[in-house]
């Protein structure tokens, strides 16, 4: 059965930064592209950062680029969102997303909340 | 960036009825559209890729159309259990968008 587990959220200033981890099991990790989506408070979904099976390459909206790094550890089934200088608007559930090629994410985290105020 | 128009914003079917929900995307994404189930409180499930497959273990009632810019997730025979959120995704092109999503309600 696949499992993707989320960690590492929570009430952070804005300014400030949060690394998020994301343990896989059920599968080979190392087949597959990676991606992190949010989803705020009562909206919509949103894309933040994919990786691809090798962690050779990795891409972001604009939204995130330059604040974001999506980084894996293939030996340890890990997934990792390294997040800087956070805003307000990245207040969200962040969920860990395994890719259906690289055009889809087929399994989804429970999700991890992250709050950034002060 | 390309721009997903997703409609109806809500929806409100009776049991046994058919439902379509549309997607529009703002330029080719070729095929590269899924469909997405969200229950209150819950991660998103995966219902159809590649703008017509099914996902494993998804019901045969949920369907998917479509091509160029024009998409449509058909639901045929409400049940109760297909209450919630539905979104589309276009896998075309970086970055990734989302539809705004259709909420879905048994009457």
Do not use: H
Request: hydrophobic share 30%.
């Amino acid at each position: 059965e696949v499992q993707l587990v989320e960690t590492g959220g929570g009430l952070v200033q804005p300014g400030r930064s949060l690394k998020l981890s994301c343990v896989a099991s059920g599968f080979t990790f190392n087949n597959y592209w990676m991606s992190w989506t949010r989803q705020a408070p009562g909206k919509g979904l949103e894309w933040v950062a994919s990786i691809t099976n090798s962690g050779g390459s990795t891409y972001y909206p604009d939204s995130v680029k330059g604040r974001f790094t999506i980084s894996r550890d293939n030996a340890q089934n890990t997934l990792y969102l390294q997040m800087n200088s956070l805003r307000s608007e990245d207040t969200a559930t962040y969920y860990c997303t395994r890719g259906r090629g690289r055009y889809y994410f087929d399994y989804w985290g429970q999700g991890v909340m992250v709050t950034v105020s002060s | 960036d390309i721009q997903m128009t997703q409609s109806p914003a809500s929806l409100s079917a009776s049991l046994g009825e058919t439902i379509s929900i549309e997607c529009r995307a703002s330029e080719d994404i070729y095929s590269n559209l899924a469909w997405y189930q969200q229950k209150s409180g819950k991660s998103p499930q995966l219902l159809i890729y590649a703008a017509n497959r099914l996902q494993d273990g998804v019901p045969s009632r949920f369907s998917g159309s479509g091509s160029g810019t024009q998409y449509s997730l058909k639901i045929s025979g409400m049940q109760p259990e297909d209450e919630g959120d539905y979104f589309c995704l276009q896998g075309s092109k970086f970055p990734y968008t989302f539809g705004a999503g259709t909420k879905l309600e048994l009457k």
